[in-house]
């Protein structure tokens, strides 16, 4: 008879096991959908809508009018000439921040690959953010604009560092911190 706990689930049940022999309980059914997740993210994508504003509408608003400026920035601005098709562009950026903020999963691409042969430099996040924290802050409610904002400087932070290891480089302490713009006029 086997002593210990573990063993005693190894061994074969008293009697040994007998052809036919049929587990009491039904094993886990691995083809049922998982009932909650569609209707969870909806939730959630409602309660942050509800506490900070945050939509789809809002968010193409900002990613339209963070472009806006980009493309006039003359730091930026040349970097974003390779885009090709701008509604293609901004559709796909939706959709980032979608799935950033709204968990909605709408997004599949990778950031880091598009970013690496653009040769950004610090100044070029430092500006990026900028624009957009200076665009969030026009188009949303304080508590939008703070998530978006908390988000970008994550991401840019993780962008940052992997362009910096692409190109052989100790990475930035941190990103500087761009003076507080006054708001965009609308
Ligand atoms: C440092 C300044 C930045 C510049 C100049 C820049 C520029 C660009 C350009 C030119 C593309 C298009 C690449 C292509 O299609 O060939 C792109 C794609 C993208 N950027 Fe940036 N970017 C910057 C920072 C950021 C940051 C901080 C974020 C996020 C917080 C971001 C999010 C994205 C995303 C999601 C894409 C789409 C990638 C894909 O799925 O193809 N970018 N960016």
Redesign the pocket.
């Known amino acids: 008879m086997p002593t210990t706990p573990a063993a005693r689930l190894q061994a074969p049940p008293p009697g040994g096991i007998r052809k036919g022999h049929r587990l009491r309980t039904a094993p886990p059914t691995v083809t049922q959908p998982i009932p909650e997740t569609a209707a969870r993210r909806a939730a959630l994508a409602a309660e942050i809508a509800d506490r900070t504003g945050l939509d789809e509408a809002t968010l193409e608003r900002v990613v339209r009018a963070f472009y806006a400026a980009a493309r006039q920035d003359p730091l930026?601005g040349p970097?974003?000439a390779?885009?090709g098709d701008w509604e293609a562009?901004i559709a796909?950026?939706v959709a980032?921040w979608s799935s950033v903020v709204l968990l909605s999963g709408r997004y599949h691409?990778?950031?880091a690959a598009?970013?690496l042969p653009?040769g950004?430099q610090p100044q070029?996040?430092a500006r990026?953010?900028e624009l957009f924290e200076r665009t969030a802050r026009a188009a949303c409610r304080p508590e939008g604009a703070a998530l978006l904002a908390d988000r970008?400087r994550r991401?840019?932070r993780s962008?940052a560092l992997g362009v910096a290891a692409r190109q052989g480089e100790r990475p930035p302490r941190r990103i500087a911190r761009a003076r507080p713009a006054p708001p965009a006029s609308s």
């Open positions: 930026l970097l974003f390779r885009v562009h796909r950026i980032f691409g990778n950031p598009a970013h653009l950004l070029h996040f990026w953010l970008a991401i840019a962008l």
